[in-house]
């Protein structure tokens, strides 16, 4: 038969939104890093084409061949750079995340406190309906729906990367005091 303990659902959701957090913070920085790349990219190639002008118009020849090539490769870059437009769906899951990393923390507080006695199980209950509201509201408001987010959710959904989060996942992420799993022998 399936046992699922209140603290076990308050561990797994704290996963999922753990899980969540990581997705997004994770394809946060993989767009800056494009975006930033990309412009790297453009300058260097609109340098080139700077060089091959300046040279084109004091000796001719094979320069200006080079000068045009490469400024429309820098235009054809620039293109397709503002058509992707990384920067704010960036943002978004930069947003995304630092809202998913405060509900993280909510939930250390919330085991603390169970973990403290400080809580009856009523007061548990509501607690974790509330956070289970609150990160229904993140993702309602969460980064666009584009294949990253979709990979997202659908990781944080079935468990992780590993199709399940065990307890040893679970407390990486947790004070010793609250940790459930032996921790291995060194």
Same mark, same amino acid.
Request: aromatic residues 10%; glycine residues 6%.
């Given at each position: ?14 996963a999922? %939104?753990?899980?969540?957090?990581? *997705? ?6 993989? =767009? ?7 412009? @790297? *990219?453009? =300058?260097?190639? =609109?340098? %080139? ?15 200006? #061949?080079?000068?045009?090539?490469? +400024? ?7 293109a ?15 947003? !995304?995340?630092? $809202?998913?990393?405060?509900l993280?923390? /909510?939930y250390r507080?919330l085991? !603390?406190? @169970? ?5 009856? #199980? ?11 509201r609150?990160?229904?509201? #993140? ?13 997202? +959710? ?6 992780? /990367? /590993? ?7 679970v ?8 940790? $459930?799993?032996?921790? +291995?022998?060194?």
């Amino acid at each position: 038969m399936f046992q699922l303990t209140l603290i076990d659902h308050i561990r797994l959701s704290f996963a999922g %939104v753990l899980s969540a957090y990581d *997705g997004h913070a994770e394809a946060a920085a993989r =767009l800056a890093r494009w975006a930033w790349y990309s412009k @790297i *990219g453009v =300058l260097a190639v =609109l340098a %080139v084409s700077a060089a091959a002008t300046l040279a084109a118009q004091l000796a001719g020849g094979p320069f200006q #061949v080079v000068g045009s090539a490469s +400024a429309s490769l820098a235009f054809a870059m620039w293109a397709v750079y503002i058509a992707v437009d990384p920067e704010p769906r960036a943002y978004a899951h930069r947003a !995304t995340a630092a $809202r998913l990393w405060l509900l993280c923390e /909510k939930y250390r507080a919330l085991l !603390t406190e @169970i973990h403290d006695e400080l809580l009856d #199980v009523p007061a548990m209950t509501a607690r974790r309906d509330g956070l289970l509201r609150e990160t229904g509201f #993140v993702f309602e408001q969460a980064a666009p729906a584009d294949r990253l987010t979709y990979e997202i +959710a659908r990781t944080a959904l079935a468990g992780g /990367k /590993k199709g399940e989060y065990s307890d040893q996942d679970v407390d990486r992420f947790l004070p010793v005091a609250l940790r $459930r799993a032996t921790p +291995a022998a060194s």
